[in-house]
């Protein structure tokens, strides 16, 4: 059994029924990783891992079933945990060592998994790309293909990965590698220890190379956490979506509107989709959306305010790198210019623009009103139908990263998502499924009747390429 | 100096990042692009819409207000260095 090649289910069910030990597959993939592209990573756990993975061993053989048992798992450089460094690509974080774990984490290594690695961000964990410190640079090099770590890393062979799904780059890439990423309700996993850049929207997204796998995951990190007080005690079940459901009885929303708004490869990869649900017996409503690019600036007015002021607790004084200055003053303006790469500076200095006296009204209390709006037309969208189908992103290639607008813009089917609040399926060949708060099973569920149209999407548009 | 360039400035020296002439130029020129680009907000009508709870139905668990125990033992562990009482940081100014 390679276990680069097989899903999560199949590698807890191998461990379980004792096949395979966990300790042996992990060091299987470790050195699978180690022949990776080493940018991918920020870190690789061997020892830890092996170490976990015994444990693993140890409860299996004192009769313990692990829904993940022996399972590879890597979470992104924004997330806490013990023994591992956090870097955030960026000098400010300089030898940090987070004294706890991410709650997300924790349970799903409770669960069995094994953290063999962390994968590098962008700059201070920013979504966008930019950046003059050393970690940064990874996703320059890496093509500009995909803005993700977590989901190359994925698709490379470790099976399951979790990363900071602020503005749905998470979801981009994974279907840009031509895997599944999902994206709970705020509230069904705690955010504890992740490293928060923008409080509003950051949270924890999953990535996996198979849709079965990130039901698990959702199920191992999901609950009440009383560290985050946004967590919700009852996660509502919507058990009549199981995956028998007669599509007859399920709408489907689709919003034709916005094909125009696509490139030719992302606009027919829609329809067909849309098609598949005709074809599957789905019944189908046109809707329209109008609100997206006015939402997708507030949901960067939000960001920028929120990240300006997050990033102004670095300072260099308990970690991370400093500049040695007798003047307090110039102590801080040098430190954080030697540590903060270009985006992290961008968005401390727009952000506080954003929040000063003459731009409060016009640019910061108007996003407030549009957020409000945004989640009042989701809502209204929703209504009409079972689940919403919609787009990813614009274009199979992803935008030119030197222009920091265009890379915002990428985000305009996926941070107005985000900041309504809603769970998001992503699948390969840029298309996602959304329903309302804690429809998660529903998604999942119904999922499966779209897994492999978006699998045949992908295949075709690589049989295009070739 | 025009609005904006007085207003970087100001946020510039707010959130203490050093910054050249010559980076502070092309801030300037990326602000007014950015500006630009939420131009369309303020075209936006945003009049009367009422405040959206991010969800509803969901129950939420509220811890009492009061004091809990601390454990010194662990909240050590997390410093560097701990000394009287006290976490030690590194001496920035004599």
Known sequence: ?466 | MDNHEETLEKAINTIKIEVGDQEKKILHHQLGQFLEWLALLEEAETENIEAQQLFTGVEKIKREDQPQESNLVEIRKEAAAFENGFYLVPRIID
């Not at chain 1, 999901?222 to 560290?227: H, K, L, S």
């Not at chain 1, 139908?385 to 990428?410: A, R």
């Open chain 1, 1 to 466: 059994m390679k276990v680069t090649e097989i899903n999560a289910l199949r590698v807890a069910e191998a461990v379980n029924n004792r096949e395979v030990s966990a300790s042996s597959l992990i060091e299987e993939v470790i050195e699978h990783c180690k022949g990776l592209d080493n940018k991918v990573f920020s870190c690789l756990a061997t020892e830890m891992a092996l170490e976990q993975a015994a444990a693993v061993d140890r409860k299996i053989k004192s009769g313990f079933n692990l829904p993940l048992a022996g399972v590879p798992l890597v979470i992104a450089d924004d997330f806490s945990f013990r023994g591992m460094p956090l870097a955030l690509a960026s000098s400010a974080l300089q030898n940090y060592h987070p004294p706890l774990n991410a709650a997300s984490v924790e349970k799903i290594v409770g669960a069995g998994a094994v953290v063999v690695g962390k994968t590098a961000v962008g700059d201070m964990g920013l979504d966008t790309v930019a950046g003059k410190s050393e970690g940064g640079t990874f996703f320059k090099e890496l093509l500009y293909k995909v803005r993700s770590g977590a989901a190359i890393a994925a698709s490379c062979g470790c099976i399951l990965s979790l990363e900071n799904d602020s503005s749905g780059m998470t979801r981009q890439s994974a279907s840009r590698c031509g895997i599944f990423s999902l994206r709970p309700t705020p509230g069904r996993v705690s955010r504890y220890g992740l490293n928060l850049r923008s409080g509003s929207f950051d949270y924890p997204g999953f990535v996996a190379t198979h849709l079965d796998d990130l039901a698990v995951l959702l199920q191992a990190s999901t609950g009440y956490d009383e560290r985050d007080i946004m967590t919700a005690v009852n996660s509502i079940q919507r058990d009549k979506y199981i995956h028998n459901s007669n599509p007859k009885e399920i709408t489907i929303g689709f919003c034709s509107s916005l094909t125009g708004f696509l490139d030719e490869e992302p606009a027919a990869a829609y329809e067909k989709m849309y098609l598949h649900c005709r074809e599957n017996g789905f019944k189908t409503v046109d809707l329209t959306l109008d609100i997206l690019p006015e939402a997708l600036r507030a949901f960067y007015v939000v960001a920028f305010a929120e990240t300006s002021s997050t990033l102004s607790r670095f300072d260099g004084i308990r970690f991370g790198m400093a500049v040695d200055s007798d003047d307090l003053e110039e102590y801080y303006f040098k430190t954080r210019r030697l540590t903060f790469g270009d985006e992290a500076c961008r968005r401390s200095i727009f952000g506080t623009y954003l929040l000063s006296e003459n731009s409060y009204e016009r640019y910061y209390k108007k996003a407030i009103n549009i957020l409000n709006r945004t989640r009042q037309v989701f809502a209204e969208v929703l209504d009409q139908c079972d689940l919403l189908l919609f787009p990813l992103f614009k274009s199979v290639s992803p935008p030119d990263h030197l222009n920091f607008i265009q890379s915002y813009e990428e985000d305009i089917f996926t941070a107005p998502v985000n900041m309504a609040g809603l769970p998001s399926l992503a699948f390969p060949g840029g298309v996602q499924l959304i329903t309302e708060p804690f429809g998660e099973e529903k998604l999942l569920a119904l999922g499966e009747y779209f897994k492999t149209a978006a699998e045949e999407t992908t295949r075709e548009s690589k049989e295009g390429e070739v």
